[in-house]
């Protein structure tokens, strides 16, 4: 029973803490360096440039991961002293800094139970462990897989989707002149849902072969 039971924790647990993962590690410079620089990706109809962006994209990402004070961006401003963000981008920003901090908060309690369920099934039953994290694998693909599809074929409605969930209606709606949008326009969280889904499908297929690997040498 405890076995089984122990199964399907990590089973479930590996779906949402891959597509965590993926998440946290997008959420760093190196992924802003290459957006703003690649081929492709959209200027600032307003002016800014590449170098503004990869000065004051990073400022935007630090405030929410090492979850600093308001006034680390109320403070910010551009070369010419205006303010960088208006009060309804601060306020959402507040609102997308406390959304990530209780992601990563549960991330890190259900990580804890997830690693704990597996030692205890790599100790005992190696066989079961492989089987769980086979499952959680499988299970985390074909997930991906619909969200893909969704993204593919209607992004609009999965970006709406997206921030309904999270965010009160209304407070994620900006013009096209304010900054957030500026630093981080559509194509941008475009290509963050699909380096999340490569992530998280790489982070799937690395448990299907630890999964063989544990089978074979349980045999």
């Given at each position: 029973m405890?076995?089984?039971?122990?199964?399907?924790?990590?089973?479930?647990?590996?779906?949402?803490?891959?597509?965590?993962?993926?998440?946290?590690?997008?959420?760093?410079?190196?992924?802003?360096?290459?957006?703003?620089?690649?081929?492709g990706f959209?200027?600032?109809?307003?002016?800014?440039?590449?170098s503004e962006r990869l000065s004051l994209g990073p400022r935007a990402v630090d405030y929410l991961i090492y979850d600093e004070s308001p006034e680390f961006l109320s403070a910010a401003t551009f070369s010419d002293g205006t303010q960088l963000f208006n009060e309804r981008e601060l306020i959402h920003m507040r609102d997308v800094q406390t959304v990530t901090r209780v992601a990563f908060s549960i991330s890190a309690a259900l990580g804890a139970i997830c690693i704990a369920s597996a030692l205890w099934l790599y100790r005992?039953?190696?066989?079961?462990?492989?089987?769980?994290?086979?499952?959680?694998?499988?299970?985390?693909?074909?997930?991906?897989a619909a969200i893909v599809v969704l993204v593919v074929t209607a992004w609009d409605r999965f970006f709406v989707l997206f921030h309904t969930l999270f965010f009160a209606d209304g407070t994620w709606y900006f013009p096209t002149s304010d900054t957030l949008i500026r630093l981080f326009p559509e194509q941008f969280w475009f290509d963050a849902a699909i380096a999340v889904g490569t992530l998280t499908f790489l982070g799937a297929g690395t448990l299907l072969l630890l999964a063989r690997r544990l089978a074979l040498n349980s045999d």
């Open positions: 405890l076995t089984r039971f122990l199964m399907l924790i990590v089973t479930l647990l590996i779906p949402p803490l891959l597509c965590l993962v993926a998440v946290r590690a997008i959420m760093s410079p190196l992924f802003l360096q290459v957006e703003y620089t690649r081929a959209p200027d600032d109809p307003y002016g800014m440039t590449l005992k039953e190696r066989v079961r462990l492989a089987a769980a994290l086979r499952r959680g694998a499988v299970t985390t693909v074909s997930i991906l």
